[in-house]
């Protein structure tokens, strides 16, 4: 997807990264069908609330915004390493875990 000044999304932005909010809904509806139609390549979210990390990649626009969505999905718990698609390493989420 371009955008106004005519550059692909992914040439201006990489990744996307977020920590759940008190409104969950927002960051795992509303907010991930739009990274996703944007075209944003890989968009990260720890959630509290779940206790889970996840890694979503492979956007996949659609014919509106309401439908887009990501192809790739990669999951673990918080507290364990998250892997990232290349080039970025994995993400460690431990410090979620500290007190």
């Known amino acids: 997807m371009a955008s106004a000044t ?3 999304c992914d040439e201006l932005l990489a ?3 977020e920590v759940t909010s008190s409104n969950h809904e927002t960051d795992t509806g509303p907010k991930y069908r739009t990274y996703a139609a944007a075209g944003v390549p ?3 979210l720890l ?3 779940q ?3 996840f890694a979503y990649s492979d956007p996949v ?3 509106t915004p309401a439908k887009a969505h990501y192809a790739t999905k990669v999951e ?3 507290g364990h390493p998250l892997p990232l698609p290349e080039p970025y390493p994995k993400l460690d989420t431990a410090f979620l875990m500290e007190e």
């Open 6 to 8: 005519g550059r692909a």
């Open 15 to 17: 990744l996307v990264g």
């Open 42 to 44: 890989v968009y990260v």
């Open 47 to 49: 959630h509290r609330e």
């Open 51 to 53: 206790g889970k990390a």
């Open 61 to 63: 626009p659609a014919e």
């Open 76 to 78: 673990v718990e918080l």
